[in-house]
Structure formats: structure tokens, C-alpha cells
């Protein structure tokens, strides 16, 4: 990684510029952007609290391999243009990743030692913003006369496409449903993520020798064999669709819904209001993102139940503090024992637990607690206790497995499968997803280019 030429030392500013934020109590009932842009002036302010550390610290932070050093301090100087070109360079995806990245750069910033790291994700938003308004789209490449299939349009198909269409190869994306952008453009509620943001990052494939191909399903439509035949290379990124279920008694009553359903039906506009009393299973950001969306939807009352306690969360605490400052109550060391109704989901009866020793994760594991069963009324649960890649509709010679975050894992460096051609791969927060379909292409290219100057 290059050192930068050491600067005269800047003196730290510890207190971040504040991101405002629309009123929890009046957007709690809409879907309206929760966190507001800086201004101009707030964004160059906030600019000039980075250090410019010699060791880029954020930049190697971040799974896709952006430069936020650079950027920001194109930032600080007003050249708004400037990081803007800097930051599409790498990232296509970068309005969304401007409003919903987990920001691992801002967790590795120094600045953090003595108050609020930079705020990176949103200096990035605001780049974009105020920059001139012509998006720089990649400039046409001539087409190298070799072709690719993708699986599944999200944030790993659509990076794998990104990279191999710049390098001139035709990318076809095949997509099981009726649009691109997956888990995040499906199911990331428009309080956090609006289409017209997506829209604005579909925009940059323009250009490019890309082409979607929508309502095809793999492998009912196009198997694995045909892919083969009529392409070059394969990048299989499914995503992680599959719901676990809790697999306990009630559980098909009427008003017990898997999360990831029951948002992307309320994203696409299906689902336009709830029943008043709601509980939401599970502690991580689907399990915030569907008890606020219910909030949304007009629920009277929203608990969040979960088995640990608040430190173990898994969900990120911003989420679970706009959760908390909207309402969104939270009931921890309780787990679901039975649904209870006729038909209809009437009541929800839960096991207390308390915590023992730390399992595989690290974190201290639940066991039940020498206690009665709570009983609670409730008229919707939502079940977001997590999800996988379905593998079964893989072929099983490929060698493909599922990771911890249930993302498909093939070859970890290269994504390659046990199959010559074949690639896999995915993530649980949408720049992981980018960078394995990143690390992906650049292993499929090199394995094609090999391919064509090898001697047959
Ligand atoms: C509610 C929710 C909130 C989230 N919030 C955040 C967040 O704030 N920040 C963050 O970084 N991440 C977040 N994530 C995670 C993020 O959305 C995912 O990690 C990311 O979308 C994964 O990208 P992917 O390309 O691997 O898979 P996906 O996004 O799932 O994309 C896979 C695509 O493949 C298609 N497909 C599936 N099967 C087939 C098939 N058989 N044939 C053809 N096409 C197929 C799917 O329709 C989909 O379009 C969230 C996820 C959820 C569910
Ligand atoms: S790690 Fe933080 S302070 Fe250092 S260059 Fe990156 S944003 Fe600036």
C-alpha cells in the first residue's frame, strides 16, 4: 500500500458534524429518508476533521477497495467532481452504498481513538450529490469476442458484470425476478434506501456490453450445461433467498410471516397496512428493518424479541437506535416456544432464558431459564431470524458450500468452483457481495485470457 509524503501534523478534531434526521416520531409512520444529506458547507467541514493518515487505514478496510483518504480530501478542497470520478471508478454501486453501507472503513478510522471517526458514508452520499450532475459512464470498450453468463442480478452479479463489461467481455445477467439490485433494492425499506437511488447506480451499466435478461430462473429456465455451451465463463450469485424457519408448532397460522417475504411485498407496494399488535423474532438488521417497517404500515405496537441480550445483537446500533427512538419496543433472553390461535394468529408463548458460556461465535449462548413460560397477545409475527443460499438448485459436483453468513463459498480467492469455468459467490452486507463478485471476475478473466493464449 503507497505511504503518503508526510504532511505537517493537523490538529484533531474529535466531534463529528451532526447527520441530522427527519423526527422519529413523525416519520415513524412514513417512508420517509430517515438520515438527512449534509449541506454543502457541513460536508467540507466534515471533510477537514480526516487526518489524511500516512497508513490509509479506510481504504484497506473496505472489501471493494475504495480510496476514502483521497476522496475526502478532494472533498475538503470543494472538488466535489473530483471525488465523484474517484469514488465511481470503483464502485457502480455507489449511491446505495452511500446510504446503506455498514462503513467497516469508519470502524478502522483512527480518529475514533479520541471521538467519532470520519463519517465516511456520508461524505460519500454527498459527493455524489453535489457534484455535477453528468454521471462519467465507462467509456465503450470494443467487445473482446467472449461471453458471460451471470446468475442473479444483486450486488455480487451486478460487480461481476461491472468489471467484465470494462473489459470488453459480453456479460449477459440472468434474473429470476422482474428487477436487479437482489436483497438490498428488494427488500432495504425506502426509509433507507429509495429506488431513484438504485435507479441512479443501475445508470452506470450504460455503456457497457451488459445485458439483463428478466423472469429467467436458473436452472429451470437456463441450466448449467447450456450456460456453458453458450458462454465463455459462469458466475453463479444466487443469494441467500432461503428462509430459516423456527420449526415450531404454529408457525403456518395465518399472520406469521418470514421476513424477507413480507418486506419485499411492503417494498414493491403489495403489502399496505398490518394488523396492530406485532412481534418481530430475531435481532439482527432484517429483524429492525421489518419492525419498523410495520410501524410504517400503521401498527399500534411492535416488540422485538430476542433470545440474547442487547450486547449480542448482531444488528448495527444505529439501526437499533432509530428503532428505539421510533417506538419499537425490544424484549430480550426470550425465545419462541409456540404461535398460539385458530387459524389466526392469536398469541406467541415464549421461553425465558438466561446466558451460558460463549459459543462458536463468541458470543455468550442461550439456554432456558428455570422459569415460566411468558405468554404475550400479538396479532402478526414476523420471523427474521435468518437466511441462506438455497443449494440445493446448485449441481453438487460444483464444490460450493455455504459460508458462515450463509453466502455461497466456493474457492475463497478466486470464487472458482470444482467446474473449469465456474464461479460462485456472494455476501452478507452488500460491499462483501460486491467484493467477491469483484474478486471473481478478475480471476474469470484471468482464467479466459489464459485459456485463449494457451496453446490448445
Ligand atoms: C432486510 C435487509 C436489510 C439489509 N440491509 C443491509 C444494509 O443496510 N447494508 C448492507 O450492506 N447490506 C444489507 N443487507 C444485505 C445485502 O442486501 C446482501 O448482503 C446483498 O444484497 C447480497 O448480494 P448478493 O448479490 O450476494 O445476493 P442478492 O442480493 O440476494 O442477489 C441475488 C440475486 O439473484 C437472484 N436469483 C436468486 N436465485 C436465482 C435463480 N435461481 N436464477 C436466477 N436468479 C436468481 C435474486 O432474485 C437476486 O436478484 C440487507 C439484507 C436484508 C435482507
Ligand atoms: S482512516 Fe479516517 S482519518 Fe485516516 S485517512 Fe481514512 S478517513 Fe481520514
Known sequence: MSEQAAAPKKKLNPVRTPIRENDPVERRGVFV???????????????????????PWCMEACPIGQDPRTY???????????????ILRDNPLASCLGVVCYHYCEQSCPVAKKGDPIAIRHLKRAALEYADPETPYAPAVPTNGMRVAIIGGGPAGLMNAWVLGQRGYEVTVFETTDRLGGLMSGTIPAYRLTDEVFEADVARF??????????TSFPKDVDLDRLLKEHDAVFL?????????????GENLDGVYPALKFLKESKRGERRSIRPRVVVIGGGDVAMDSARTCLRLGAEEVTVLYRRSREEMPAADEEIKEAMDEGVKFQFLVAPKRFLGIRRLEAIELQQMILGQPDESGRRKPVPADAAPIMLRCDTAVV?????????????????????????????????TNRAGVFAGGGASVVHAMAAGKRAALAMDAYLVERKTSPA
Not at 237 to 249: D, F, N, Y
Open 206 to 215: 450504460r455503456g457497457l456490453p451488459v445485458r439483463f435478461v428478466f423472469n
Open 33 to 55: 429518508e430517515t438520515l438527512l444529506p449534509y449541506t454543502r458547507e457541513e460536508t467540507i467541514l466534515e471533510a477537514q476533521r480526516c487526518i489524511q493518515c500516512g497508513k
Open 72 to 86: 475526502i480530501k478532494l472533498i475538503a478542497a470543494g472538488d466535489f467532481n473530483g471525488a465523484r470520478d474517484l
Open 237 to 249: 450469485s444466487i443469494g441467500t433467498w432461503k428462509a430459516k424457519r423456527l420449526g415450531i408448532p
Open 384 to 416: 427474521a431470524v435468518s437466511q441462506e443460499a438455497d443449494l440445493q438448485i446448485l449441481p453438487a459436483d460444483l464444490g460450493v458450500k455455504l459460508g458462515r453468513d450463509g453466502a455461497l463459498e466456493a474457492d475463497p480467492k478466486t470464487g472458482a
